[in-house]
Every structure is written in structure tokens, then in C-alpha cells.
């Protein structure tokens, strides 16, 4: 079946390291995003790609990084940059610019 | 200008109610309104969505009216059932016909209860 793995479903991260989630798909979508979601806060865009080796910031790209060296994947790292890193990450992808998303399962991330 | 406000931040409905959730825009340039529903631990999955160009569109128990005017829309659960209750965000984007990507704007979601 076709659909997006992230990977992996939790992740604890000590403070000040980087750490990089997963987002795979095999839906042959052009389009790539990764979402941020708090309590009370709905889901904020961090970034997002259109093709390979293009991608653009979001609203809260801080602290983030991408890369998109493959149509099927696009890794989202979490620097020690980010003050808050702790959240639920969404990752999703479109076919085309007309309608919606189709989402991952998520990966939450706990800083400890 | 960007934003999406949805109302209520939580609801609580009887089984067999109707769930009643509202949203308000900003931007007149948004043409498509769709709506997510997501289950604990899961990732937001397309529900039902709109165009600007009819008031209402129906999908069995689930209903989106939309008042262009006013700029706002909502969605009602007819004969609401316990595996209703999960979390629900409005959206909004602007359609991009020519290229492979939307930015979708999400409102803040509202957490539906059925109680049995």
C-alpha cells in the first residue's frame, strides 16, 4: 500500500544535540512537508519542497533543517538550535498544488 | 491574514447529537477548505473539503456549510457516534493548479467527546 513512514514513533533527545526524523513515501508525490504540532496550537508549517533539492522555509523554520536529495524522502533535523523542540512532528505530501495532504503517523520528540 | 480561527477549542456531544464546529478566514484568496480528522498517536487524515463556489457539500453523516460572505465555514456530524471523538482542524489554502505544492493553513483543531 501506498502511504508515508516516519520514523521512528518516539525519540528522547538530550539537550543540545541534534537529532533528525524520519519521512519516507512511496505515493509518488512531488510535494514534501513537515508540520509541527502543539497542544491548543494546531499544526504550524516548518518547511516544505516542491522537488528534489528545492525546499523553503516555512512560518517556524528556526532551529530546523532539511535536506531533499531524493523524491521519496525528506529528513527533518532538530537542532540544538531550536529552543523548544519538544512536540508531535507531522510529515505529509501532495501530488499536485490543487488538493490536500496526505499525512505520516508522526514522530514525538521529548527533549530530557 | 493568514490565519484560521476555529471554535470550540473542545465539544462534548450526546451519541446521536449533532457536533456543530465553526471556522472563520481572513484571506479572501483561499479557495479550498478541507477538513482533517485525527485520532491519538495517528497523523490527520482528509475528511471532506470545499470550494468557495457552493454552500454546502455532504458526505454521508458529515456536512461542510459555507458562507463566502461572511467569510466562514463549519462542519456538522449528523447522528454523532462514539468513534466520532477525535480531534478535528479546519483548513484553508489557495489553490496552485500549476504547481506541486499548496500551503495549507491549519486552525487550532477542537477536541469532539461522544459521550455513549
Known amino acids: 500500500d501506498g502511504g508515508i513512514t516516519q520514523s521512528p514513533k518516539y525519540l528522547f533527545r538530550k539537550e543540545g544535540q541534534n537529532v533528525t526524523l524520519s519521512c519516507e513515501q512511496n505515493?509518488?508525490?512531488?510535494?514534501m512537508y513537515w508540520y509541527r504540532q502543539d497542544p491548543g496550537q494546531g499544526l504550524r508549517l516548518i518547511y516544505y519542497?516542491?522537488?528534489?533539492?528545492?525546499?523553503q522555509k516555512g512560518d517556524i523554520a528556526e532551529g530546523y533543517s532539511v535536506s531533499r536529495e531524493k523524491k521519496e524522502s525528506f529528513p527533518l533535523t532538530v537542532t540544538s538550535a531550536q529552543k523548544n523542540p519538544t512536540a508531535f512532528y507531522l510529515c505529509?505530501?501532495?501530488?499536485?498544488?490543487?488538493?490536500?495532504?496526505?499525512f505520516g503517523s508522526g514522530t514525538r520528540l521529548t527533549v530530557v | 491574514q493568514q490565519q484560521v480561527k476555529q471554535s470550540p477549542q473542545s465539544l462534548i456531544v450526546q451519541k446521536g447529537g449533532i457536533s456543530i464546529i465553526n471556522c472563520a478566514y481572513e484571506?479572501?484568496?483561499?479557495?479550498?477548505f478541507p477538513w482533517y480528522q485525527q485520532f491519538p498517536g495517528k497523523g490527520p487524515a482528509l475528511l471532506i473539503a470545499?470550494?468557495?463556489?457552493?454552500s454546502e457539500k455532504k458526505e454521508g453523516r458529515f456536512t461542510i456549510s459555507f458562507n463566502k460572505s461572511a467569510k466562514q465555514f463549519s462542519l456538522h456530524i449528523m447522528d454523532s457516534q462514539p468513534g466520532d471523538s477525535a480531534t478535528y482542524f479546519c483548513?484553508?489554502?489557495?489553490?496552485?493548479?500549476?504547481?506541486?505544492?499548496?500551503?495549507?493553513?491549519f486552525g487550532s483543531g477542537t477536541r469532539l467527546s461522544i459521550r455513549p
Open positions: 519542497s516542491q522537488i528534489v533539492n528545492d525546499f
Open positions: 483548513a484553508a489554502s489557495r489553490i496552485q493548479e500549476y504547481s506541486s505544492a499548496s500551503k495549507i493553513i
Open positions: 484571506n479572501t484568496a483561499f479557495d479550498y
Open positions: 470545499i470550494r468557495p463556489d457552493v
Open positions: 505529509a505530501s501532495s501530488k499536485d498544488g490543487i488538493y490536500g495532504y496526505t
Open positions: 505515493l509518488n508525490h512531488d510535494a
